[in-house]
């Protein structure tokens, strides 16, 4: 299929793209990389009147660490996160998750922002910022502000972001010597989106045992998950303990039944949590 008609325009300042959204109101959307934005449009699940394209816009692109945070700023292409010195060291978590998104091809492409914006309840990052404790900086008309990662996510591709307001950087904290991360996922083929997937932090408390576990599932509900219960079980260290108290409610869907999804959850959760109990350098 083809798109129905749009016209293009290309922002050259943050200002410009907030000010074409709130004129337009929401017969606009924003492209950034366009790896799942077009797929909408060819299907006509979306018809905007204006695309604003957004990739011209100085300084969104930056990946720094930042104090005790590191900062992606929201234009950073999925190839640059993977390959950035920075992530690597300071933010291993999203290390683990890049080279499972899509293939190298929408990797060199789609944007850290447009996957969060997006909010596919099936996407790697969303899972890892809610995994870290993230924190998303937001500007629109009324001016900047931020939205903490637990109160972002809000339905089936649904966020916090109101029609006219763009995501300008995402904010996680920067592991330390007590950082424990994990991730995992089952997909069809690599690179498909996962069937079920879970990223993990926590903290070892340095007597042996877990802190602050935070389990984020991806693949098995409308928004990505945190299974609390488990969360609570794991910090105990009892590993049959946080499987029998996963709290998850997945629906059939086009890859796999409920069942399925929910004997892949404790899979991965067996995996992972061997990764967060191992030391980590
Ligand atoms: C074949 C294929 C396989 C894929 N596999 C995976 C996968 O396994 N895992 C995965 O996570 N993703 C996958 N993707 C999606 C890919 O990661 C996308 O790049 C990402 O979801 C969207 O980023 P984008 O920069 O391309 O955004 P776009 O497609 O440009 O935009 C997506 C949406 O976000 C909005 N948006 C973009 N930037 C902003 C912003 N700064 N502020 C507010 N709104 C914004 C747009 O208006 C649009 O509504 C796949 C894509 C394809 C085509």
Redo the contacts with the bound molecule.
Sequence with gaps: MKPAPFAYTRAKTLKEAVTLLAKHKDNA????????????LNMRL?APDLLID?NGIKN?NGIAKKGKHVEIG??A??TQVERSDVIAKHAPLIALAMP????PA??N??????????A?P?????ACLLALGGEID?EGPSGKRKVKVDAFFKGLFETA?RPQ????AVRVPAADKATRVGFAEL?RRH????IVGLAASARADGKGHLADVRLAYFGVGDTPFRAKKAEVALAGGDVDAAVKALDLDPHDDVQATAKTKKHLASVLLRRVAKQLMEPQG
């Design positions: 959307r924003l492209l950034a990389g366009g790896q799942s934005l077009i797929a909408t979306s957004i969104l929201t234009l292409r999925h499972h998104i899509g293939h929408i990797r492409r789609g944007t850290f922002g447009g996957s969060i914006a997006f596919d099936a996407a790697e990052l969303p937001i972001l307001e763009m995501i300008t997909a690179g498909d989106y996962a």
